[in-house]
């Protein structure tokens, strides 16, 4: 028959088996066939969950006494594609958020004029754009507060280029409505793709990765689209010389993806999206604390490619940063708005003080 079956099992987040995995998951979920030992009537006799959280069994338990290493049970046992490397983002938790995972509502395209101007949204079945929130009839979103935050690449495609992608977030919900992503688009013309995803959702805030790539997509969201409803970030952290994005550097890269790897599992944050959770699973954490996409430690990864690929993480992470930002500026103005004790007048008066005096200076948590 005119048939391909692939079947493996893990060696890591990166390579052609996993690749076609990855694949059949955006394309043909319905085609991917998981066996799992627990289903095996021999080998899940007395199975319990264990203080880890995973599936055991008098069996499993015999088979981990005999493995060599923790990546020989994760790779032959457990099913877990960072085996090689320690797994930034737990993998039974992202099990437990892939099985809650939905296809989205629509795809397809979003048009648009050169600085960003008139959206308009295209139902294609393989389109760039994936929304998991309702559209009313004329195509527009439900009303909310929502941020567009985007992960930007240089669009030259290829095997092993990244893509450019976006996230859009309802801030008030603390939910994943929508996402973009491609990787031949260049990042002048991103701009104004982002910027037509933050007018047709409502003018949404725009935040992005400023580093490499993104000093022409923030050029062209400034000078090309004039669109000011953007995210700036505090002057100490402004490496690089603007203010505008979020800056990259090894430190803010980690704490960023820990920040959502903890969202997602107390469910501070909601992701439907498949594909952006099973990139998860390609992050691992270096021995000196560097956290990094697989496939950049990879032997195949083509000199001076750098971190290939995760985009839709970085998106999504960048996401939740915007629904905390968001989350404590609220908070802090209702406070500010509450009546205060008279013995406490003082200390209030101060606070008081302290949130105009940084609203006025444009500080992160203020800039709503």
Request: glycine letters at 8%; hydrophobic letters at 35%; proline letters at 5%.
């Amino acid at each position: 028959t005119k048939t391909r079956i692939f079947l493996a099992t893990p060696k890591g987040a990166a390579g052609a088996y996993y690749d076609q995995r990855k694949k059949m998951v955006a394309e043909k979920p319905k085609q991917i066939v998981r066996w799992h030992w627990s289903v095996h009537p021999h080998k899940s006799l007395g199975l319990y969950i264990g203080e880890d959280g995973k599936y055991r069994s008098p069996w499993y338990d015999n088979e981990c006494s005999r493995a060599a290493t923790p990546q020989e049970i994760a790779q032959e046992l457990d099913i877990d594609y960072a085996a090689s490397a320690w797994q930034f983002f737990d993998g039974t938790q992202l099990d437990l958020i892939e099985a809650k995972a939905r296809e989205p509502l629509w795809t397809g395209e979003i048009l648009f004029e050169e600085d960003g101007t008139d959206p308009k949204l295209s139902r294609q079945q393989w389109g760039r754009v994936s929304l998991w929130c309702p559209l009313s009839a004329a195509g527009i979103p439900p009303e909310d507060e929502y941020a567009v935050t985007c992960d930007i690449a240089t669009g030259t495609a290829g095997e092993c280029s990244s893509q450019s992608a976006a996230s859009i977030v309802s801030l008030t919900k603390g939910v994943k409505v929508g996402r973009y992503n491609s990787s031949t688009i260049r990042p002048r013309e991103f701009a104004a793709c982002a910027v037509a995803l933050c007018r047709l959702f409502h003018n949404a805030k725009l935040n992005f990765e400023a580093n490499g790539p993104g000093a022409e997509f923030s050029r062209a969201v400034i000078h090309d689209t004039k669109y000011r409803s953007v995210y700036y970030r505090k002057a100490e952290d402004a490496a690089g010389g603007s203010k505008i994005g979020w800056w990259s550097t090894g430190e803010t890269k980690r704490t960023l993806l820990a920040r959502y790897r903890d969202a997602l599992k107390t469910g501070e944050f909601t992701n439907y999206d498949a594909q952006a959770i099973l990139e998860c699973r390609e992050f691992v954490q270096k021995p000196d604390g560097a956290v990094i996409h697989q496939r950049a430690d990879s032997p195949i990864n083509p000199a001076g490619a750098g971190d290939l690929h995760g985009d839709m993480v970085i998106a999504d992470a960048i996401g939740y940063r915007m629904v905390e930002i968001w989350r404590k500026s609220r908070s802090i103005k209702a406070n500010a708005r509450s009546p205060a004790p008279v013995e406490q007048i003082g200390s209030a008066w101060k606070r008081i003080e302290e949130t105009r005096r940084k609203e006025a200076e444009g500080d992160e948590n203020y800039n709503y």
